[in-house]
């Protein structure tokens, strides 16, 4: 797992609370809007805006620029200097998600990505109280907790402009927000390869 926020360049911290606010409007119109939203898999909540990397905006290629920062570091902490041999492109598809007060989502993996993550838009407001509204991410290991190997569940606080990444196939869910903790607005993505490994010609 890796945690993309940069708070410590102030230039770049800049046009990530800019380009925040841009989003933030983009995807409660269009969430309004769209046809195909939905709460599937998610209490107090709405999956929408799943073009949302087709749209054209000057924020949606910087979103992009974003995950592929993200990818390329997952892949070189992964690999190493073998990294460069992955020459292939990659497939990305991306996702809105609005909870409302209480919302939260069950655990679930994206199996069929390599990489996955979620970009904070807005966190709401989890009141100080325990982990309300965190991203958790559990150790896959059946015998983990058993043989306090770990604790067995990672928490995330939801801060706006944060993007966490983590393999696909990583099991991850959301905590229920608090009754009047507000609004929370995130974007959800995944990432694969094509099948053209040049290593394994």
């Not at 409007?25 to 939203?37: F, H, K, S, Y």
Request: one cysteine or more; proline letters at 5%.
């Amino acid at each position: 797992m890796i945690d993309v926020t940069r708070p410590g360049c102030h230039t770049a911290y800049g046009r990530t609370v800019f380009f925040n606010d841009t989003l933030r409007d983009l995807i409660v119109t269009r969430t309004v809007t769209d046809p195909e939203a939905s709460n599937f898999g998610v209490i107090s909540a709405t999956k929408a805006n799943q073009d949302i990397l087709s749209w054209e905006h000057p924020a949606i290629d910087w979103f992009k620029t974003q995950i592929m920062d993200a990818v390329s570091t997952l892949t070189s902490a992964v690999l190493g200097d073998a990294a460069s041999e992955v020459t292939q492109g990659v497939i990305a598809e991306a996702w809105t998600v609005v909870y409302a007060e209480g919302g939260s989502l069950r655990p679930h993996t994206h199996h069929d990505s390599a990489w996955s993550g979620v970009y904070y838009v807005e966190s709401g407001d989890a009141g100080g109280t325990g982990d309300a509204g965190y991203l958790q991410l559990l150790d896959p290991r059946p015998a983990a907790v058993a043989r306090e190997s770990s604790e067995g569940v990672f928490r995330v606080e939801p801060t706006p402009g944060r993007m966490v990444s983590f393999p696909g196939w990583l099991p991850h869910s959301v905590q229920a927000t608090l009754t009047g903790g507000g609004r929370r607005i995130c974007i959800a993505w995944n990432v694969a390869y094509d099948k053209d490994w040049t290593a394994m010609k």
